[in-house]
């Protein structure tokens, strides 16, 4: 079996190779160019800013003086320069990433289908655009506010099921079919701001990371009713059931998923509406106060319930009791927690074939994971603390081996459909 694996991978990447002759090295003349400016740019930058320094540090190394007196200014004259030379080149390899994942990784996914790449919406992707088009400030706000739809939404509702944050950071997005299975794979970082007070009553503030990876969302060949969910780490349970979407995550989401989960807000704004406006013209017709609120619970009961102001006694609005599941494989036990509203659900999802599916896929991952299955669709959270989906910049974008991360993560991530065999009947 390792044999055969090994030679698949051989294969695969020999398919790359050829794949990438035609397809993808004919578009990186111009990129090459363009790094070959950039890096010779930096170079006449560095000299140009660290000359000086340099040259008054050696003055000072061959100077009289105390040791820990030379070294301090030397600090003095270095770090500044030090600064100087790597601050702009964070900044334009920014700048060259978005000039670079435009025009190849769209090409590198052609290697496996129909596939778009969404670039992430930040200041830096604004700014670029901004640049490209020659539009100035008015192009580059348009960018940061444009709408970026994708087939299937990573509602935060959903992480928020999963994961304590106030806030998301969105980076690239890849969407497309594998398979006849409809996939979306987001990169994204979810946080929360911390704060402590010292002895003094001096607070502090500092942002602490939840989860930095992607999350693989697909819609299930199986129809269930329930939640499912799985992680590597603690469920907490009541959040699990009532997640909660702050105003500050809010305002960081890209508006495609801001978009995803307004037709709630709007259901909420339009119940408060109509029963502001009832109100007002019964009142206007001298009924009671008893009578207006009898015909309102009457006539929105079902509104209020939907929009959260009301719980009913109703068992399918009623969020259902989670409990700890247990399956037969002892690693996955050790491995992951698990619970669901409906054990025999839980079950029904996860067969012995899937769960021996899940266990591979969890492997390649080194266990790092979280996974819910709700509305027949399954989230799987892949926890790697690394940058996904990149371009080289410090290496010749020609050189195909140069892509062999690119090529393996983006493999693995869509081994999760083919091994889980998401477009079959998950029992069989």
């Not at 002759?21 to 400016?37: A, C, F, M, W, Y």
């Not at 990573?154 to 106030?166: M, Q, S």
């Not at 002895?199 to 930095?212: A, M």
């Not at 009924?287 to 009457?298: A, F, L, P, R, Y």
Request: hydrophobic share 40%; with cysteine; proline share 4%.
């Amino acid at each position: 079996m390792p044999q055969q694996q090994q030679q698949k991978t051989n294969n695969n990447a020999n398919n790359f190779i050829n794949y990438f002759n035609v397809k993808v090295l004919p578009l990186t003349d111009s990129i090459e160019k363009v790094r070959s400016k950039i890096k010779t740019g930096i170079i006449i930058w560095a000299i140009l800013v660290c000359a000086v320094p340099l040259l008054l540090c050696l003055l000072i190394i061959f100077s009289k003086g105390q040791i820990t007196d030379k070294l301090a200014i030397i600090l003095c004259l270095l770090v500044p320069a030090a600064v100087a030379v790597f601050a702009p080149v964070i900044f334009i390899k920014k700048i060259y990433a978005m000039f670079t994942k435009e025009r190849i990784i769209p090409a590198l996914l052609g290697f496996w289908g129909q596939f778009t790449y969404i670039p992430p919406l930040n200041p830096f992707s604004a700014l670029y655009k901004a640049i490209k088009n020659k539009t100035g400030f008015s192009g580059f706000w348009s960018e940061l506010t444009k709408d970026k739809k994708t087939n299937i939404s990573v509602n935060p509702t959903i992480l928020a099921r999963l994961l304590r944050f106030d806030a998301i950071s969105y980076d690239d997005k890849i969407v497309g079919k594998h398979n006849d299975v409809d996939i979306e794979l987001a990169e994204l970082n979810t946080f929360y701001t911390s704060t402590r007070t010292d002895r003094d009553g001096k607070q502090t503030k500092s942002k602490i990371s939840t989860f930095k990876g992607v999350v693989f969302s697909a819609k299930m060949n199986k129809n269930f009713k329930g939640i499912t969910a799985v992680s590597c780490d603690n469920i907490d349970k009541r959040r699990l059931q009532r997640p909660v979407v702050g105003a500050n995550t809010i305002s960081t989401m890209s508006l495609a998923d801001v978009m995803s989960f307004g037709k709630q807000i709007a259901d909420t704004t339009g119940t408060i509406k109509n029963i502001t406006r009832t109100a007002a013209e019964m009142s206007r017709q001298g009924k009671s106060e008893t009578e207006i609120k009898n015909h309102i619970e009457n006539k929105y009961k079902d509104d209020i319930i939907k929009a959260g102001f009301k719980e009913s006694n109703d068992d399918t609005n009623t969020p259902q009791k989670l409990e700890d599941v247990h399956l037969e494989d002892p690693l996955f036990n050790r491995k992951f927690k698990m619970c669901s509203t409906d054990q025999i659900e839980a079950r029904y999802v996860f067969t012995t074939a899937f769960l021996s599916r899940f266990m591979k896929i969890a492997e390649k991952f080194n266990y790092r994971l979280h996974a819910i299955f709700i509305e027949n669709n399954v989230y799987i959270l892949i926890n790697a603390n690394k940058n996904w989906f990149e371009i080289p910049f410090f290496k010749s974008c020609k050189d195909p081996k140069n892509y062999q991360e690119f090529l393996n993560d983006f493999s693995r991530l869509l081994s999760i459909i083919d091994t889980l065999k998401l477009n079959q009947n998950i029992g069989l």
